[in-house]
């Protein structure tokens, strides 16, 4: 199989839509193979991926020695793939070497010698901390204005806090100067425009969907897309992630080609997440490796995903929205991480603020579109393989069209909301030569995991 197919591959093999069972209607026939819509990756794009890994892995240990051993200093990580560098940025760049020698520790095959320590202003901390009470408060009606979302740039900078109206939030804020909010709202706080934040849950009634064969049959219509598949070790149960604010708890959910593919078992707010427990002895690859969706020639459908882990601002991630491919767009590839973010959701008659990072458009080729909540996000881990990183959320400034801004949950802090549970990888991928030498995926073909790896 050629490198040219991979990202058409990736995506056949990753997505597929899931909506709620309603196990007295008929079973539709399953979609039209959707692969040949897809845009392939490109000889350039499987280049970078390849020139791109020992930068990944770099930020990955970077990322984690400054959240876990220097904190207090730590502002952020950034990929500058243009120079092959990345950078670190502290409040204290005197912290450089300690910075170096815990890095190296932690990872001893890192290439630290393209690392750059620069200064911060602010710690990711300190700014967190800010954003996690400001969000609080808008999502309890106490600011005397609407807060879309909040930004922390990876250069510590300062925390952006996004409104409808900057102006009329600048009046208020003066106007209540002596106030709680305006201490809150102090030199480290800019207020901007932004666009106000949305679910990517889809209603299964609008033109794009027709004829797609959806297994949607509850009143609320909401259709997302399965994400990465996770297993619980203790029970020998397969898990597939997907968005909470699509699914409560204890609903049953379907996919076109499996009506009964199990149940929601767990739900996490902050990570607007939902695990979907596979019933009747099935395994993930049922819904997450779709069969049916393979590669003409053979293809390495459910042989994909060969890491997970977080990622960093300045990493061009993809994700494998279903919505997005049955509009014939591809595999939107093209967005460009830009730093941690917070935003407020409402569903299932509650408010709940989600955290994860804010990625934009770097070309046309990157959309997302309501229906591709739950979907995988990840980046190219090779030739023949992805690193899955988190899982899409929510979307601003999308209209009846493609978002401006997406915004997707980490790994990690998926993994850390359901700690039963670890995500699972497929550990026989090639990631050179011929793909179709491996096998068709089976469950004892993947290995879980304890730990988000870099």
Known sequence: MSAGSVLAVVTAAL???IGVHTPAAASPAPPPDPGARLTP???EQVRMAETLRPLHRLAGAALTTGEQDFDRYYAGTRLQPGFGKVEVFLTDTAKGSRFLTALRKRDPGADASRLVIKPAKYSERYLTAKSTLI???ARAGKLPFAVSSTFLPPDGSGLAVEVPDPERA??????EAASADAEVFDEAVTVVRGERMEALGGRVDFPSL?????NIENDAGYACTSGLPFYDKAVRAYYVLTAFHCYEALESVGTPTHPGLGQVTGVSKSADAAMIKVVGGGAPEAVAFEDGLDDEDGGISGKV??????TAAGAL?????FISFENGKGAPCDWEVKGKTQWNLTAHGITYTAKGMR???????AVAYHGDSGAAVYTLNGRYAVKGVGMLSAGGGCGTGSCKVMAFVNVGDISAAFRSLSPMVYDQAPLDGDATTAGVPRPSDFAEITAITP
């Open 170 to 175: 600048r009046r208020a804020l003066a106007a």
């Open 305 to 310: 995903i060969t890491a997970v882990g977080n």
């Open 359 to 365: 990625a934009e458009p770097k070309s046309s080729a």
């Open 317 to 321: 991630v993809c994700h494998d929205g």
């Open 15 to 17: 997505t597929t839509l």
């Open 210 to 214: 027709a004829g797609a064969g959806l």
């Open 41 to 43: 990756a490109t000889s």
């Open 135 to 137: 969000m609080a408060r």
